[in-house]
């Protein structure tokens, strides 16, 4: 699947490592240029991935996922990560990926990111919410604690 | 032969691997960086989402999917 869905076409240039897991774009805006990262990490359970991404210090070079930016392109942002998403999953077909914010606020955005896109994406995905006791079909309105998501074959 | 082929070998496998995965079709506005493999080897990147992952996975157990 090489062709993203119309509404990822508007997300930043992205670098890709040969293994596919990491992912490196800049974003610009009034705070300046930020570069972002993305690293899918297999977790305990083979063929699970965690999906994380996060501002680059410019100073020390070391990934926060805590940093906020505010740097005005939150949409192409979350656009370029769900492209990311796509490559990832080119390469691991099989792949379940999981997702969370790194806070509560994040995750609310992620979660908004879902909903307001869902049709879209579930044309190519499956995607489940985490709740306090299990994983269900993502719905809307439902806070959700994590997202899994795992691309259709 | 011995090490020397090996090596030799093993570098000619990873270069042709390397040209192979470059020339592998990716979304429009993607292009490989082969730095990128190593650059943040230094780094446990987004560790503490990895093990909430993996607690999640733990204790509330896999998906039906």
Known sequence: MLLLHPMLDNHYEV???LDAKTYEFTSLGPKGDIVKVVRYSEIDV?????LGFGDKDPITGFISDL?????????????????TLYAF????????IIATGSTET??????????????EIQKDFIIMGLTEINWESFRRNITYGAFLVRRKL | ??????????KFV????????????????FKFNATLDDKYADQ????????RSNHILKTIGLPKL
Not at chain 1, 89 to 96: C, H, L, P, R, V
């Open chain 1, 15 to 17: 670098e890709i490592s």
């Open chain 1, 46 to 50: 083979k063929g699970y991935y965690n």
């Open chain 1, 67 to 83: 940093t906020v930016t505010n740097n005005g392109d939150s949409q192409k942002v979350l656009a370029t990560v769900a492209a």
């Open chain 1, 89 to 96: 999953t080119d390469t691991n077909f099989e792949a379940t």
């Open chain 1, 106 to 119: 994040r995750t609310r955005l992620y979660r908004m990111g879902i909903t307001n896109n869902l049709e």
């Open chain 2, 1 to 10: 032969m011995g090490r020397f082929w090996f090596v030799e070998n093993y």
């Open chain 2, 14 to 29: 990873i270069m042709k691997t390397k040209k192979m995965l470059e020339k592998k079709k990716l979304p429009k506005g």
């Open chain 2, 44 to 51: 446990p990147l987004f560790k503490d989402k990895v093990e």
